[in-house]
């Protein structure tokens, strides 16, 4: 699924869920810059039905591609935080959950992609996908993706709404 906006749902999701425990930023961006990959490969060689998804869609490039993520939000941690703020999201930008948060969004990311795409290996260098099952549940799957980020917006929406009630009472 390249360069769309669907693997934010699981990303909004579970960050909605953890915004105690991740830092919202570096899980939505984990969950959609690898794709700036086969972006950049289709670009390459103009072939849409050779393999486009290469070392950041496997779990060791979730690692590094993390490492590197985490590191670029944290050289922006104080602007990130002051944006945060604005909209009344106190959330850690400590280097450790940067990249927690950034490589559970990558690897939500992995597990969907492997799901549909023959050329999505998450134990590379093995070239075996155990949970491949096929592009016919493509639109499905695109299904139950946007339903997560459904439920992921109500969940952050009424998780603010009790925070401004909270402090309305205190």
Request: glycine share 6%; with cysteine.
């Amino acid at each position: 699924m390249p360069l769309t906006p669907f693997h934010l749902g699981p990303g909004l999701f579970l960050g909605s869920l953890t915004l105690r425990f991740f830092n919202l930023w570096a899980i939505l961006l984990g969950s959609i810059v690898m794709d700036i990959e086969p972006a950049v490969l289709l670009i390459i060689y103009r072939c849409y039905h050779c393999p486009h998804h290469a070392f950041f869609h496997s779990i060791f490039g979730a690692i590094v591609g993390s490492l590197i993520l985490a590191a670029i939000l944290w050289r922006f941690r104080e602007k990130l935080d002051k944006i945060s703020l604005k909209f009344k999201i106190s959330q850690s930008f400590s280097f450790p959950v940067l990249f927690f948060s950034s490589l559970a969004g990558w690897i939500l990311h992995i597990f969907f992609d492997s799901l549909t795409h023959f050329d999505v290996f998450p134990f590379w260098p093995s070239e075996y996908n155990p949970i491949f099952i096929g592009p016919e549940i493509y639109w499905t799957l695109h299904l139950i993706l946007l339903i997560f980020g459904i439920a992921g917006l109500l969940i952050f929406i009424k998780t603010k709404r009790s925070l401004k009630q909270d402090a309305k009472n205190n």
